[in-house]
């Protein structure tokens, strides 16, 4: 409120760990970050689906970010957090290997996504932010939620050549 | 007015169901009572366009109410052609509920129809005798039993001692009298909302004693275009007329003066006045309105709110059984109790009686019967039962299927009966029950019943099965066949069925809502299906059991038995472990196993849960029965794809999350290999 309208249009995102890529999501996406719950798996369902939790009464399935996009499973530890965010009005949770901060950036400091040629993915981002030398990869969520196929994570990681541009 | 399109939608639906029923009643028995309801129907139908601005659709139902209003008073006779015409009107109005917001494509056919339906008020009076002037229009101006202009009423005739005392009353207090006349513009659509408005003005003036033709007929758009009101009240600085004037759609309003105890004003409307009450088309009562209309989200998140709370309340009774105060304990069973009651009562608000999926069948069954040139008679049982309004809402579907079937080869044209002797007529029997914590919707048809042969064969076509194996088959196992895909019980394909989409989908449909699906079938004499449906969807029964680390919960209505077994009374056939129960050869699945969460540990004895769902019957071993319980199921919600054998999941006291289990989806997946469909590619 304070703000008024002269400050340049920000953009709030949750920035976490996945391997040594930072990512992102939307703050208006993101309702909140639990410490790791018990997580009751579900057979049969898509192998990054780790289950379901009880988050106050509601069944929300939790996805494994690491198996999305095919990464080795890495030992869980008390930096491993869910991610709770809401995709076409239903909760997810992601399982991240650890929350690093809320980050407000300055809308011009995000860019669309490449595009690539053959085997484009760029529709798994939805904008690369940059801070300080920092790269951000800012998921399309409900993209990578709903798509079927395989996601390596290669695919949402833009190429050197790309970060320069 | 968006947000009242929803509840426009349902309502509209609701009367143009009673306007079908009644059509269709009346069609039976030209002799029945239905005008007045059909008339109450379309008089609301045409209010609530109205006020929603969908002219089109209140000028139809208008012309509906119109012709309806001539038949109820015997001015038309109704016949077969009229109940056609109807329908046709009932459909259009369903065609432009459909596309609410693109109406104006259809004003050609509306305004088509309209016209019809006028024709018919005018042809049908011909039949009249001569001496009864015709009125050719609803609206016109100027005919028996209505008003004219200037031929005011005879007030003192009319007045009963009661209102005259009321009068009297005025006039000590320094009052006066005044009568008013109002007069509609002709094109006047909500003539009810007119009087309000002429009502409303004189309600800050002074007091309406009387109004003829009545207030209940005004209000009921029982009257022309005219009315009168008798007033009283102090009028010298309120520009009354012209404040009436003002009002949309009123072409005229007069005030004139009277003195009711001085002279019987008016004259030579004297035979007008005291018949009217008779003349008005029959007083409907309007029904008292019992019922409150709440939107359906509401009414689930009350539904979830308690489940929650009874999740939340066995957690306390665990939590006060621990501390061990006898006070505490004491309240606890208070809570208990009440959150029992709580839990019914709102579980009520869910039900639904399955009238509303019935109504929708006998129009579908005739134009059925008419298009396939089969004499069919529905026979509706039972429409009271209620079930829950989510069952209510998918039930529909699988009913159409299983009509459509019976009428399209279940039954027999009439020469076909008559050479097998059988009654010309077609029956099907549409029937509802209740039985124990479950409703039973069964049809049932006498037409020439399933040929097992021409299943089969098609089943062995289809390659489902094998000519050993139909050699072998037995008749209720071949009837079975019916509900795989691609298994037609017709040996034709019609455009209505026998392209062998059908019995699988009802199938399908009838297991999402925990029901199942029973055939019988007698060659020659008609076939019967049963829909075995639970009452509610939100609680179920189920038997919880723990293997390895989880625990799940399998719903009771699929368990046949638990028993223990030894190691060594484990078989294997044909590489499938089966147990025999009673001489009866089992498969026998580790439970989790068959989840694919890791091999079970050997042990001295067994829990095996026999289950039955599908036609398959089966063993689960889990490693331990924990006892029976209610509980809440919940959506995994979205993102989860194609779970068989998942139903849904609970959450129990303590906070867990703990999986229901499809006994039918289980058993159907022992055919595919679990692993690939993991591997989601």
């Known amino acids: ?165 | 007015m968006e947000g009242y399109e929803d509840l426009f939608l349902a309502e509209t639906q609701e009367y143009l169901q009673i306007i079908t029923r009644c059509l269709l009643e009346t069609e039976k028995n030209p002799a029945g009572e239905h005008f007045a309801e059909m008339f109450r129907a379309a008089h609301s139908l045409k209010g609530m366009a109205g006020t929603m601005g969908y002219e089109l659709m209140a000028g139809l139902a208008h012309e509906m109410e119109s012709l309806l209003d001539q038949l109820q008073q015997g001015k038309v006779a109704v016949g077969p052609d009229c109940i056609n015409l109807f329908l046709e009107g009932v459909d259009l109005l369903q065609l432009l509920t459909e596309n609410l917001h693109q109406q104006q494509g259809f004003r050609a056919d509306v305004e088509a129809l309209q016209e019809r339906l006028r024709l018919w008020q005018i042809t049908g009076k011909e039949n009249l005798p001569a001496n009864v002037s015709p009125a050719p229009k609803g609206r016109q101006t100027g005919t028996e039993g209505t008003l004219q202009e200037g031929h005011a009423p005879a007030w003192e005739g009319l007045l009963n001692n009661f209102e005259k005392e009321t009068l009297k009353e005025a006039l000590q207090q320094g009052k006066e009298i005044y009568q008013i006349y109002v007069r509609l513009r002709r094109d006047s659509f909500l003539k009810s909302v007119r009087v309000y408005m002429v009502l409303k003005v004189l309600e800050g003036v002074g007091e309406v004693v009387k109004a003829e033709p009545s207030l209940q007929a005004l209000e009921e758009e029982k009257f022309d275009r005219e009315f009168f009101l008798l007033l009283v009240g102090k009028l010298q600085a309120v520009p009354l007329q012209k404040l009436l004037e003002n009002i949309a759609e009123i072409e005229k309003a007069e005030l004139t003066p009277v003195d009711i105890e001085a002279r019987p004003f008016a004259a030579g409307a004297g035979q007008n006045g005291g018949k009217q009450g008779k003349t008005t088309p029959a007083q409907i009562a309007r029904p008292v309105e019992k019922m409150v209309r709440v939107e359906t989200a509401k009414l689930d998140n009350l539904v979830n709110l308690v489940g929650e709370l009874i999740i939340n309340r066995t957690r306390v009774l665990e939590l006060g059984k621990k501390v061990g105060d006898a006070q505490l304990s004491s309240t606890l069973e208070q809570l208990e109790r009440i959150t029992a009651e709580l839990q019914s009562a709102v579980m009520t608000l869910r039900m639904v009686p399955v009238k509303q999926v019935f109504d929708r069948f006998p129009r579908m069954v005739r134009d059925l019967s008419l298009e396939k040139n089969k004499k069919v008679e529905l026979i509706i049982s039972g429409e009271e039962t209620e079930l829950d309004r989510t069952i209510i809402n998918q039930v529909g579907d699988p009913l159409v299927h299983l009509l459509r079937n019976a009428v399209d080869h279940g039954l027999e044209e009439e020469e076909e009966r008559k050479k097998k002797g059988k009654d010309p007529l077609n029956k099907i029997f549409l029937s509802a029950h209740h039985e124990g914590s479950h409703v039973v919707i069964s049809v049932e048809d006498n037409g020439r019943g399933i040929d097992l042969q021409a299943v089969k064969e098609r089943a062995l076509k289809k390659n489902i099965i094998s000519r050993e194996k139909m050699k072998r088959m037995g008749a209720a196992e071949a009837l079975q066949l019916i509900f795989q895909g691609g298994v037609s019980t017709s040996r034709k394909v019609t455009d209505v069925s026998g392209r062998g989409v059908g019995m699988d989908v009802v199938k399908t449909a009838v297991e999402e809502l925990h029901g199942t699906v029973e055939v019988h079938s007698v060659p020659g004499q008609g076939s019967r299906f049963m829909l075995r449906l639970p009452l509610t969807l939100a609680i179920i029964r189920t038997l919880m059991v723990r293997c390895g680390r989880e625990m799940y919960a399998i719903p009771v209505e699929a368990i046949r038995e638990n028993l223990f077994i030894e190691p060594q009374g484990i078989r294997t056939i044909g590489g499938e472990q089966v147990i025999t129960l009673r001489q009866e050869v089992l498969p026998l699945y580790f439970l989790q196993e068959l989840l694919a969460q890791g091999s079970p540990s050997a042990q001295e004895y067994y829990s095996v849960v026999v289950v039955e769902a599908g036609g398959k019957k089966a063993g689960f071993a889990v490693d331990a029965l924990l006892g029976q319980q209610e509980v809440v199921i919940k959506s995994l919600g979205r993102f989860v794809y194609d779970l068989q054998g998942i139903a849904g999941a609970t959450v129990l006291g303590d906070g867990r999350v703990i999986l229901i289990l499809d006994v039918a989806g289980l058993l159907e997946g022992r055919r595919l290999d679990f692993g690939e469909k993991s591997n989601d590619h």
């Open chain 1, 1 to 165: 409120m304070r703000q008024g309208s002269q400050t340049a249009p920000e953009v709030q995102i949750v920035a976490f760990k996945l391997e040594e890529e930072e990512f992102a999501v939307d703050i208006h996406q993101v309702h909140e970050v639990l410490k790791l719950v018990p997580v009751t798996p579900l057979p049969q369902a898509a192998h990054f689906i780790e289950g379901v939790i009880n988050l106050r009464g509601e069944v929300i399935p939790v996805i494994d970010l690491r198996k999305r996009f095919e990464l080795p499973a890495q030992e869980r530890n008390n930096q491993t957090r869910i991610i709770i965010v809401e995709i076409e009005e239903h909760n997810v949770g992601l399982i991240v290997d650890f929350v690093t901060e809320v980050l407000r950036l300055p809308a011009e400091a995000i860019q669309p996504p490449p595009a690539r040629v053959a085997g484009a993915r760029n529709e798994l981002i939805s904008g690369i932010g940059r801070l300080e030398g920092r790269l951000l990869i800012i998921l399309n969520l409900a993209k990578i939620l709903t798509m079927h196929a395989k996601i390596a994570l290669e695919e949402v990681i833009p190429t050197p050549e790309e970060h320069s541009v």
